[in-house]
């Protein structure tokens, strides 16, 4: 069985104003959170206003529904004593008059002073899918097959359509503020891994980036574990929806780690063509199709379906085809993340909106009451650390 693990950040808001406010240390010095910060499953993010929970590695998505469950009622029971709520959005909805701190550690004090704005802009959080690959040269090669599914992810991911108080229009703005960075969107390809490491340590030496964690593409190899990394998701609102995706995203690796082996031929995928399906999928989500890495335009459910038959035998091998299948019809019959935030804000305003996308909406923890049966939770000082951080 091939493992994973999933990474979400969370956003801190005022429970009253719903803006941002600067509160991670105070949530993580919190009774009951002190042993998870320890065992680096909550860890602190760039800014102040964002902490990041990691699951440690696992075999099922039973055990990352009952992991991700079990981080966010600790999480929103620390925030709650600290002042402040945490939200599963991609994008903070509003934002105040002055900058939120960046986090007192060397690394995001380097960031600030390299990013600048967009430093002060960067209130977005995502979803990282950590999969087990059996090598370095079989992780880029997988690399490369995952290249024209990413546009689908964040289709069907995008989580992030408020900004500043106002409807972006775009279903992942996330996408939008990540493409600023130097080395960011759709991964190019590799011939192998000697050029992937070459080609990072060319970005190193020009002082393009920092350090590789600064490769902000939407799936890059991990430096720290053995383990392809897929961050094309903004965090999502349940846990049921962010296990559909880990599974989505395990069975595609699994797929891509198989074609390599076989020596199957490469997509055609052109770099214009990918960034151009990327940017639409990012706007619109699911709802004016995909453009597809060559070129071609497909409905809704003509994009669900080709990813399902893609992903289909792999889903099959690790026994997930009917979890996955179960997650989608849920998925599909609530809508899109980004369309349910809208919806909730015409309904109710930045209360309802923050409700919805609270840590502990009644949404999520409804959705994953059997998941909370049927899981058993395992010791996160065994399983150990998935991954690394967003910035």
């Not at 509003?94 to 960067?122: F, I, K, S």
């Not at 990413?150 to 996330?174: I, Y």
Request: hydrophobic residues 40%; proline residues 7%.
């Amino acid at each position: 069985m091939i493992t994973l693990g999933v990474e979400e950040e969370y956003l801190l808001l005022d429970p009253v104003t719903a803006l941002p406010v600067p509160l991670a240390d105070e949530v993580r010095a919190a009774s009951g959170l002190q042993a998870m910060t320890e065992a680096r499953e909550i860890k602190s993010e760039l800014l102040q206003a964002q902490l990041e929970a990691a699951t440690p590695v696992c075999t099922g998505l039973a055990e990352v529904g009952g992991h991700l469950l079990r981080l966010r009622h600790a999480v929103s029971a620390a925030a709650q004593k600290a002042g402040c709520r945490p939200v599963a959005c991609g994008a903070a909805p509003l934002a105040g008059g002055a900058p939120v701190p960046v986090t007192g550690e060397g690394r995001y004090l380097a960031l600030q002073a390299q990013g600048a704005r967009l430093v002060d802009e960067q209130l977005v959080n995502g979803m990282h899918v950590h999969v087990g690959v059996p090598g370095r040269a079989a992780a880029v090669g997988a690399l490369n097959r995952l290249r024209p599914w990413l546009p689908v992810l964040v289709a069907m991911g995008g989580n992030s359509p408020l900004w500043r108080g106002r409807d972006t229009g775009f279903a992942s703005w996330r996408t939008v503020v990540f493409g600023r960075w130097p080395v960011s969107g759709p991964p190019p390809l590799f011939e192998g891994p000697d050029d992937y490491d070459r080609r990072v340590g060319a970005l190193l030496r020009a002082g393009a980036i920092m350090d590789t964690g600064q490769l902000y593409w939407q799936a890059r190899v991990s430096e720290r574990y053995p383990t392809l990394e897929v961050r094309a998701l903004d965090v999502q609102l349940t846990v049921e929806d962010a296990v559909l995706f880990a599974g989505i995203v395990r069975a595609l690796v699994t797929t891509a780690l198989r074609e390599e082996r076989e020596g199957a031929p490469l997509a055609p995928c052109p770099p214009e063509m990918l960034h151009a399906a990327n940017w639409h999928a990012a706007r619109y989500g699911l709802h004016r199709g995909l453009i597809d890495a060559h070129g071609r335009r497909r409905g809704p459910g003509e994009a669900v379906g080709a990813l399902l038959a893609h992903i289909g035998p792999a889903l099959d091998e690790a026994g997930d085809t009917r979890e996955v299948n179960r997650l989608l019809r849920l998925f599909l019959g609530r809508g899109a993340p980004a369309d349910r935030q809208r919806r909730a804000l015409a309904a109710g305003g930045l209360t309802a909106l923050t409700a919805l996308a609270s840590t502990e909406s009644p949404e999520s923890a409804e959705s994953t009451e059997s998941m909370e049966s049927t899981e058993g939770r395992g010791s996160p000082e065994s399983a150990g650390d998935p991954g690394s951080t967003e910035n």
